[in-house]
T-cell receptor, first 111, second 115 residues
C-alpha cells in the first residue's frame, strides 16, 4: 500500500526566503508525482507534474524534483511571497490513475 | 473550458441525517473521482468511476455511503445516516482517461459539518 509523507507539517518563513518542502513515498512504481496548492476553503490547484521518467519540472519560482528510486521529491520555492501562503500537497499516481496524497505542508509567509 | 462543478458548497446537518452532494465533471471526461478530505489530512479516494461503471470503491464505507453516475456524466455522493466523523470536505475530480498520464482537475469541494 502506497504511503506518502510530507515534512514539515507546517512552516513559517519571512518574505523573500527560499524554501524547500519534502515529500517521500514508499512504493516507487508510480506514473507521476504532482504538487498541489490548496487555499483555505478551496479545492486543489495542480502546480507541477513530474512524469516518472523525468527528474524535475519548473514553473516560475517553483521547481520540483523527483528521485523515484529513493522515493523522494522536493518542491523548491524561490523568493517566497505572502501570496504563497497555503497548504502544499504532494500526490503520487499509481495504477488506475489513483492518486495517493500526503498530509500536506501548511506554509505561512510573513511580511 | 469550464471546470468541475460541485454543489452544495457547504452543508450542516445533524448526525443520523442524510445528505447528498452533486458533481458535474469537465465535458468529455470519462473518469470521475470522489475524495474525502478530513481537516488536517490529505484527500482520500472514496470511489472512482470510468464512464458509468465503478473502477475502485475499496475505501467507500458502503454501509452508509453510496455514489452513482447513471449516465456517465454527473455524479451524486450520498451519506445516510451521517456520523460525526463524516465531517470533511468532499472533493470531486475528473480526468479524460484512467492511465497514469491523465491529469485530474478538482472541483472546489463540498464542506460537510455533522453536529
Amino acid at each position: 500500500k502506497q504511503e506518502v509523507t510530507q515534512i514539515p507539517a507546517a512552516l513559517s518563513v519571512p518574505e523573500g526566503e527560499n524554501l524547500v518542502l519534502n515529500c517521500s513515498f514508499t512504493d516507487s512504481a508510480i506514473y507521476n508525482l504532482q504538487w498541489f496548492r490548496q487555499d483555505p476553503g478551496k479545492g486543489l490547484t495542480s502546480l507541477l507534474l513530474i512524469q516518472s521518467s523525468q527528474r524535475e519540472q519548473t514553473s516560475g519560482r517553483l521547481n520540483a524534483s523527483l528521485d523515484k528510486s529513493s522515493g523522494r521529491s522536493t518542491l523548491y520555492i524561490a523568493a517566497s511571497q505572502p501570496g504563497d501562503s497555503a497548504t502544499y500537497l504532494c500526490a503520487v499516481t499509481g495504477g488506475g490513475n489513483k492518486l495517493t496524497f500526503g498530509t500536506g505542508t501548511q506554509l505561512k509567509v510573513e511580511l | 473550458e469550464a471546470g468541475v462543478a460541485q454543489s452544495p458548497r457547504y452543508k450542516i446537518i445533524e448526525k443520523r441525517q442524510s445528505v447528498a452532494f452533486w458533481c458535474n465533471p469537465i465535458s468529455g471526461h470519462a473518469t470521475l473521482y470522489w475524495y474525502q478530505q478530513i481537516l488536517g489530512q490529505g484527500p482520500k479516494l472514496l470511489i472512482q468511476f470510468q464512464n458509468n461503471g465503478v473502477v475502485d470503491d475499496s475505501q467507500l464505507p458502503k454501509d452508509r455511503f453510496s455514489a452513482e453516475r447513471l449516465k456517465g456524466v454527473d455524479s451524486t455522493l450520498k451519506i445516510q445516516p451521517a456520523k460525526l466523523e463524516d465531517s470533511a470536505v468532499y472533493l470531486c475530480a475528473s480526468s479524460s482517461g484512467s492511465t497514469g498520464a491523465n491529469v485530474l482537475t478538482f472541483g472546489a469541494g463540498s464542506r460537510l459539518t455533522v453536529l
